[in-house]
């Protein structure tokens, strides 16, 4: 076996996996400004990283996926597309190989029913960040708590109909003069990203959903999906780096 890096390049965290005999041995997060500022330069069209600077330990092979692999060829790594990258990630951090996984992540969210351990059929919004986490981030910041706090919330929520995440902010500003309490207010946001999603999961919801991606984080979600799905929910005990896991991972199988 050989030491692998998997590397994920999201909207708005850059998450790294380092696998030796097919265990994690290093998780590093950077926040994505940060890491192509800091350790990303373009040489003729391709990213290349200062590996040293990371303080990555030298790896044998690295596979990359994530929303900049789009922008950007990784130099000396193998490109994996994004919905391999989490179902193989999703399979090995759970030993599942019969579930839908539900992504989370800073931009985008996507939904795939895994058979058998491989994607059966997938659904994917990154149209609009209003089921992602910025759009919690944005919602937090006008409610004046941290993501934490924001999780901690999901009874007696405020209806908040907006389907956009700018226009979400004004609503919700109207909501708050009208003198509705924060905690409820707190719960209406993350209510209305289960009300997003819940459609794509109609379509393609198993007995054992596994929830993947920063927004795993949210309590709050967990438990209105639990309130409201009759399923086994299940999270990683690394839902944020399950990308860049996956794709470590599927680097070591060759």
């Not at 330990?57 to 690295?62: I, L, M």
């Not at 597309?81 to 190989?97: D, M, N, S």
């Not at 405020?158 to 956009?164: D, F, G, H, I, P």
Request: with cysteine.
């Amino acid at each position: 076996m050989s030491v692998g890096c998997g590397i994920d390049l999201g909207s708005r965290s850059v998450k790294l996996a380092v696998l030796d005999n097919n265990k994690i041995i290093e998780l590093k997060k950077f926040d994505t400004i940060q890491f192509y500022r800091d350790f990303g330069r373009r040489v003729e069209g391709q990213l290349v990283i200062d590996w040293a600077g990371l303080g990555v330990v030298e790896a044998d092979y690295v596979v990359s996926t994530g929303y900049g692999r789009n922008a950007l060829d990784l130099a000396g790594a193998k490109i994996m597309p994004e919905i391999k990258a989490h179902v193989v990630g999703a399979v090995y951090q759970t030993g599942l190989k019969n579930f839908t996984l539900l992504d989370l992540g800073g931009q985008d969210s996507k939904i795939v029913k895994v058979v058998e351990g491989r994607a059966a059929d997938f659904l994917t919004n990154d149209k609009c960040a209003a089921s992602s986490g910025r759009y919690l981030e944005n919602m937090a910041h006008v409610l004046g708590m941290s993501l934490g706090e924001l999780g901690r919330y999901w009874q007696d929520p405020v209806e908040l109909n907006s389907t956009c995440a700018v226009f979400g902010e004004s609503e919700i500003i109207g909501k708050i003069v009208d003198g509705n309490p924060m905690p409820n207010l707190a719960a209406g946001v993350n209510y209305t990203i289960f009300k997003r999603i819940q459609p794509m999961l109609r379509k393609l919801m198993s007995p054992v959903l596994v929830f993947t991606g920063g927004v795993a984080h949210n309590r709050a979600l967990r438990e209105i999906i639990c309130a409201a799905s009759a399923v086994e929910l299940v999270i990683p005990e690394h839902p944020q780096f399950n990308g860049a896991i996956g794709c470590a991972v599927s680097g070591a199988k060759g």
